[in-house]
């Protein structure tokens, strides 16, 4: 199975058990239990890493002219689930899946979350058998093909639109803003907001009204996506 998966990507292993894990499913070893010592997870933990590298330096070369926030934007529309499940679907990496029963029949070949999780660890196998400029190669033939019409224009989106995009392509989840403090005469108020994910602060901004405090704290999360860019309880 594994050959065939080499002749789509292009790619020869040298160490053939790196691929085969990169398609183990955590249920399939219920039930083939030798089949690898553990599922795709930590190639997947490696792979989502070699992405972001990747994915962040074609975006720092290709698009010169934009802001950190409007890089960031584009670097999470190009490495979300929902679009390296595509990425997964171009190669038919379903089909390679090693499965349990259950999780076939429930359609897990076609699980955008299973096709994301291979997706970075078939990239996370590539990096650690051939090395980071294979993986480069690798990963630039997807992510080019998405830079265009599709991707550019979410840069023009004020800064809370393009948040709240992020936010949800990660977490399925909506950001929320707090005024946390207003001071000065009211002739000349600056307020100060916090934007939030569940309890977690994303980003402060400082503004004249509530509206540009509220647009400062998207912009903050935005460049700060990276270090807040984690699992929220």
């Known amino acids: 199975m594994v050959n065939s998966l080499e002749n789509i990507i292009g790619i020869v292993f040298s160490d053939k058990s790196l691929l085969t894990r990169a398609l183990v499913h955590r249920s399939a070893l219920n039930e083939q239990p030798d089949l690898a010592p553990c599922s795709n997870e930590r190639l997947e933990f490696l792979g989502d890493a070699v992405l972001g590298l990747v994915t962040a330096e074609y975006l720092y070369h290709r698009f010169p002219e934009y802001q950190e926030g409007d890089l960031t934007t584009l670097r999470a529309a190009l490495v979300c689930g929902e ?18 029963k259950g999780e076939e029949a429930a359609g897990g070949r076609d699980r955008e979350a299973n096709l994301a999780c291979a997706f970075e660890a078939l990239v996370g196998a590539i990096y650690l058998d051939q090395g980071l400029p294979v993986a480069c190669r690798f990963i630039q033939r997807f992510i080019e093909p998405e830079i265009g019409e599709r991707m550019v224009p979410v840069v023009n989106k004020d800064p809370k639109s393009r948040l709240q995009e992020v936010v949800q392509g990660e977490y399925q989840r909506t950001p929320r803003y707090r005024t946390v403090a207003e001071e000065g005469p009211d002739h000349a108020k ?3 907001v916090e934007v939030m994910m569940g309890d977690r602060v994303l980003g402060r901004g ?3 009204s509530k509206q540009a405090a509220e647009r400062a704290a998207a ?3 935005l460049a700060a996506w990276p270090a807040t860019n984690m699992e929220v309880e």
Do not use: D, P
Not at 83 to 100: D, E, H, K, P, V
């Open 206 to 208: 400082t503004g004249r």
């Open 219 to 221: 912009e903050a999360a």
């Open 83 to 100: 679009t390296l499940a595509q990425f997964a679907r171009r190669i038919n990496l379903g089909q390679f899946l090693y499965l349990s």
């Open 190 to 192: 600056c307020f100060t």
